[in-house]
């Protein structure tokens, strides 16, 4: 079992009224209420968090891509990814991902994930998202219909400029390259890992189990609601005859106290700003035609962003969250035993934590991130041993599970 | 009238057509909120044979997969009007259509004896932006569409089903006419994207000054998916048009006020 630490570089700041006075947090949150002292605190206390995370004990630490976002500030997380190149040691650098349909050309991201994978000795993922539609359809004005076909496109130009020996010429429809030669190609032989973040659809079921990618179900609903899913993917996954789980993986908000008391003094404040105002996204933005597919519309599914439009309608409270599993929040004892069952119940092999989410500050994410990393994390690195890893950089650390 | 399917590039595309009336023939193409046989064109059919093509990805029309841009769909009704056998004659376009037919008449000028465009898409100025269809809420829609929001066909956009936000069931009734819905809403919606997504201008300033045969511009004075100021716009562009705006209509004018949009045609027409 592998345990990364996952950041969204949140904008810890937003005024108390956000919610009742803009439409979205996401797309066109007012320019206004940008601060760049803000920020300049916001990405350095990042950094530090996940260098921490990396020191902590964590396998891998997990950076993504969001535009015109206040929850997520990194529309480069390449950018991240490169300090932490440099700033850490053995973990794995899990970029989650580039979008590559947005990007023209898409070698760039073939360009740029080689950096990063040649910086930290062959410790990258490569993550290949579709990406939401706030990000693809809204932020970046990619047609939604045709998103899927551009990455499908952007996703064979990318292997082959990396796994190809010669020059070779792409006659995409979107792309069309006269000589394709990466400099520098990846460290990692014939290239890094790649994991495909999704949120539900049908199609990137069977692209990953067809591809032999692992995919990932990035959702903030939590495990209660992620087994649907995680349901459907082993059904495509078994019918194909796959049935390791480090082909697949998870992400969960986590934090860790002592005492129910304790737990509602830290954590209760900062985990309901996260629900109510960071994922508070105007409807209009989470379904544009053609972003689902007609297979997943049949199939009665949404996307991951329509439910973060219906997510809109009422507030929660920490109490409400933690019941539904939005949130696991507990001693470290509790917290293990319910992880244990997430990991199981959904078969993964790689779960990806949020110990800093919503307005946590960074005193209290390192708590959080040191606690979970060492009072958490050991105890669960044994579930799975008898599975080997596909999907792991040639060069990062493969810790020892251990027992606290 | 009737309708037929008619086989375009050897069965690449498969397009429904409809056709009713008598008298030569006159070709519309409809909007975004697609084609059925309403009673603008029961009444536009009364001097004139009307031809309606479904575009491809609307209803049952096929091949929108073979259509990237706004080229290929020209190209496309270029193949559809030689299949049809049709030459010199009106040309109708609504919204989308509108554009589309703004498109062909500027290609081909002699192929069309007169030009309607009723609140077409195809022009932007950044200063009167064109409505985010793709974004705006349903009741919001229906309010763009329709200058009457109390009309039966504003409140069906409004109560339309909302499940875009919600979990359906394929396996009830009611799942899967909600469904049906979605799947359709989809189809049409990301097929009208290809010409309108993100921003709908695909160079048509640059080819309407084409459009030199006698032409009319009709706009409704409440359109709240393209605001009225466009009307004078396509009028400038289009040597020997004239502009009119019709009150209580909106996006929806040929539907609102079928009676006052007919007459202007048949003016046109007749010359």
Redesign the interface.
Same mark, same amino acid.
């Given at each position: 079992m592998k345990l990364e630490m996952f950041h969204l570089c949140p904008y810890r700041d937003l005024p108390a009224d956000f919610r009742e006075k803009n439409r979205s947090v996401w797309v066109d949150p007012p320019t206004s209420l940008f601060d760049a002292e803000i920020a300049n605190r916001t990405y350095n206390e990042t950094l530090d968090e996940l260098k921490y995370g990396a020191e902590m004990g964590y396998d891998g630490i997990c950076v993504n891509e969001h535009h015109q976002n206040a929850y997520g500030l990194m529309p480069s997380p390449n950018l991240m990814a490169s300090v932490m190149a440099r700033e850490s040691k053995d973990v794995a650098i899990i970029v989650m991902g580039n979008s590559i349909a947005l990007y023209d050309p898409p070698i760039r991201v073939a360009e740029e994930f080689a950096m990063l994978d040649c910086i930290s000795g062959g410790r990258l993922v490569a993550g290949f998202p579709v990406g939401s539609a706030m990000d693809t359809?809204?932020g970046y004005?990619?047609?939604?219909?045709?998103l899927r076909e551009k990455y499908a496109e952007a996703e064979e130009l990318i292997l082959r400029a990396w796994e190809e020996d010669e020059v070779f010429s792409f006659d995409g *429809?979107y792309t069309q390259l006269r000589y394709v030669n990466i400099w520098p190609r990846p460290m990692q032989n014939p290239r890094p890992p790649i994991w495909v973040p999704g949120a539900g659809s049908i199609e990137t079921w069977n692209t990953c189990v067809d591809k032999g990618h692992l995919y990932a179900y990035l959702s903030y609903s939590g495990y209660k609601r992620g087994k649907t899913v995680m349901d459907g993917f082993w059904k495509v996954a078994n019918a194909a005859g796959i049935d390791n789980p480090y082909h697949a993986g998870f992400l969960q908000l986590v934090c860790i106290a002592d005492s129910e008391q304790e737990l509602q003094d830290k954590y209760a404040a900062h985990t309901e700003y996260f629900f109510n105002k960071m994922l508070h996204i105007?409807?209009?933005?989470?379904?544009?035609?053609?972003y689902?597919t $007609?297979d997943t $519309? *049949?199939?009665?599914?949404?996307s991951q962003t329509?439910s973060f439009?219906?997510a809109g309608t009422n507030e929660q409270t920490f109490d409400e969250l933690r019941e539904a599993g939005n949130v696991v929040a507990g001693t470290p004892k509790q917290v293990t035993e319910q992880l244990e069952h997430v990991i199981k119940d959904l078969r993964i092999g790689h779960l990806m934590l949020l110990n800093q989410f919503g307005s946590i500050p960074h005193e209290l994410a390192k708590e959080n991130i040191r606690r979970t990393a060492q009072e958490v994390v050991p105890n669960l690195r044994h579930i799975w041993s008898e599975y080997e890893d596909h999907w792991w950089p040639q060069n990062a650390v493969v810790r020892e599970a251990t027992t606290t | 009238m009737n309708e037929r399917s008619v086989s375009v590039r050897n069965g690449e595309f498969q397009v429904d057509v409809l056709e009713g009336g008598s008298g030569d023939p006159l070709l519309f193409l409809h909007g975004v909120s697609g084609l059925e046989w309403t009673p603008f064109l029961q009444k536009l059919s009364a001097n004139h044979t009307v031809i309606a093509p479904r575009t491809p990805g609307f209803g049952e029309s096929t091949g929108t997969e073979s259509l990237?841009d706004i080229h290929d769909l020209v190209y496309f009704y270029l193949d559809l009007l030689d299949e049809l056998g049709l030459d010199k004659l009106p040309l109708v376009g609504h919204s989308l259509g509108g554009m589309f037919a703004a498109e062909l008449a500027a290609i081909q000028p002699n192929r069309f004896t007169s030009v309607a465009l009723a609140s077409p898409f195809g022009l932007w100025d950044d200063a009167n932006p064109i409505g985010?269809l793709?974004?705006? @809420?349903l009741g919001e829609l229906a309010a763009a569409m329709y200058a009457d929001a109390s009309s039966p066909e504003a409140v069906a956009i409004a109560t339309a089903p909302q499940a875009?936000? %919600?979990?359906?069931?394929?396996d009830t009734e009611e799942?899967q006419a909600t469904?049906y819905y979605?799947?359709e809403? +989809? =189809? @049409?919606? @990301? %097929?009208? +994207? =290809?010409y309108l997504?993100?921003?709908p201008n695909r160079g048509l300033s640059k080819r309407l000054h084409r459009v030199t045969q006698p032409s009319i511009v009709i706009w409704g004075e409440s359109d709240g998916i393209i605001p009225p100021v466009y009307a004078e716009q396509f009028g400038a562009k289009m040597s020997s048009s004239s502009v009119n705006k019709i009150p209580n209509a909106a996006h929806m004018v040929i539907e609102e006020q079928p009676d006052q949009v007919v007459d202007i045609i048949e003016a046109l027409i007749t010359g």
């Open positions: 359809a809204f004005g990619s047609n939604p219909s045709q *429809k105007y409807p209009g933005f989470a379904d544009p035609p053609g689902r $007609i $519309i *049949k199939a009665g599914l949404m329509t439009g219906r | 990237h985010d793709f974004a705006i @809420s875009r936000m %919600t979990e359906v069931d394929p799942g469904i979605l799947v809403r +989809a =189809k @049409s919606m @990301s %097929t009208a +994207a =290809k997504w993100p921003i």
